[in-house]
Structure formats: structure tokens, C-alpha cells
């Protein structure tokens, strides 16, 4: 099964800033994403990430706002930009490596905006 | 995308009890997977069951993919395995992400 680093675990960032998630695969996958789960909340889908593509992105989020790469079938980021309290989640990198198969999701990034 | 409902929404057993946890999805899937959360947040594949039975230690699942449901049975309940547990699933159509129920919380009493 695939293994997925995220970076970083945590971080307490400012209001109006900015941060960069990044996820490592530890081998060559179909399909990544990119999930929130919001305190006490269960777990939503932000965007797809398509390699060599813009990203999908699900209602209610846009590009702007959470911006994705994708440069190869390994490495993602999610960038949360402007950030606001009601940015304060937990947000999760996941994979699969085809339709078929079962996604595995890192551990996860805490984020806090003061 | 397909909707998935999960029941009950809380749970709290004394160690050692039996317990079914029940998922329910709105049309066929290709994928179907239960997950426990444990307490540090850090999400753990249990099952990955689009039909079928699978057993894991104290841990099995059953998904009847014609009734669209599938079952979680944790026997003789730790408190390690207290946390929330999702299950998540996807069909073939253009939605081909995973989508999740809103969790049952367990909670093991010592």
C-alpha cells in the first residue's frame, strides 16, 4: 500500500498569510487529492490533483483560494492562501492507484490561523 | 457523487462489549472502505470491502453491494479503539473520489 508524507504536521500561521502543504508518495499513483476536515466535522473533498493539469476543484472551493500542483505521479501541494480563522482545519493529502484499489491518506496537516 | 449515511452517530460501550456499526450509500459502488480516526487524528484504513466479507482480528466488515450497506463489527471492544470510525465510497460515475459518512464517535469505558 501506498505510503504518503505530508509537510508540515502543524503550523500556527497568521491571518492574511499563506501556506504551502506538501505530500510525497512513496510510489507513482493514478489519483491524488486533497481533503478539509473542519473540527468535529467529517472529511470533504477540496480538489483533485491532475498531473500536468489544473486541478478539479469540488463546490464551494476555487482555485484562488486553494490553489494546487501537481508536477508528477509522486508530489502534490495545496497552497491555502489569504487565511482567515475559518481556515482552521485539518487538511489531508490522499492516493489511489487506480479505480479499483483502496485510498491511503497521509496523517495529515493541523493548521491554525490566529 | 453518491451520499453515505452512517449509524449511529455516537457509541459508547464498556470494554469488552460487541458492537455494529452500519453504513449506508445511496447507489451502487466501486469502492468501499472503512476507516477509524484515532484521537491523535491520523486516519487508518481498516477495510477496503466494495462486497463481501473480511475479517481482521476482532475486526470484520460486510458490504452486501445489491442493498446498499455495509456493516463494521468490533468484538470484545478496547479502549484503544475508541475514536471515530467513517466509511467512505465511490461508484463508476465521473465522481471517482471517495465520499465520506459523517462518522460514528466510540468511546470504550475502562
Known amino acids: 500500500s501506498a505510503v504518503i508524507s505530508q509537510k508540515p504536521s502543524r503550523d500556527i500561521c497568521q491571518r492574511g498569510t499563506s501556506l504551502t502543504i506538501q505530500c510525497q508518495v512513496d510510489?507513482?499513483?493514478?489519483?491524488m487529492f486533497w481533503y478539509r476536515q473542519q473540527p468535529g466535522q467529517s472529511l470533504t473533498l477540496i480538489a483533485t490533483?491532475?498531473?500536468?493539469?489544473?486541478?478539479?476543484?469540488e463546490s464551494g472551493f476555487v482555485i484562488d483560494k486553494f490553489p494546487i500542483s501537481r508536477p508528477n505521479l509522486t508530489f502534490s501541494t495545496l497552497t491555502v492562501s489569504n487565511m482567515s480563522p475559518e481556515d482552521s482545519s485539518i487538511y489531508l493529502c490522499?492516493?489511489?492507484?487506480?479505480?479499483?484499489?483502496?485510498?491511503?491518506f497521509g496523517d495529515g496537516t493541523r493548521l491554525s490561523i490566529l | 457523487g453518491i451520499q453515505v449515511e452512517q449509524s449511529p452517530p455516537d457509541l459508547i460501550l464498556q470494554e469488552g462489549a460487541n458492537s455494529t456499526l452500519r453504513c449506508n450509500f445511496s447507489?451502487?459502488?466501486?469502492?468501499l472502505q472503512w476507516f477509524h480516526q484515532n484521537p491523535w487524528g491520523q486516519l487508518i484504513n481498516l477495510f477496503y470491502?466494495?462486497?463481501g466479507t473480511k475479517q481482521n482480528g476482532r475486526l470484520s466488515a460486510t458490504t452486501v453491494a445489491t442493498e446498499r450497506y455495509s456493516l463494521l463489527y468490533i468484538s470484545s471492544s478496547q479502549t484503544t479503539d475508541s475514536g471515530v470510525y467513517f466509511c467512505a465510497g465511490h461508484n463508476s460515475g465521473s465522481a471517482r473520489q471517495l465520499t465520506f459518512g459523517s462518522g460514528t464517535q466510540l468511546t470504550v469505558l475502562p
Open positions: 447507489d451502487s459502488v466501486n469502492n
Open positions: 490533483a491532475n498531473q500536468g493539469s489544473e486541478a478539479t476543484y
Open positions: 510510489s507513482q499513483v493514478t489519483m
Open positions: 490522499s492516493a489511489r492507484g487506480g479505480s479499483n484499489q483502496p485510498q491511503h
Open positions: 470491502i466494495p462486497s
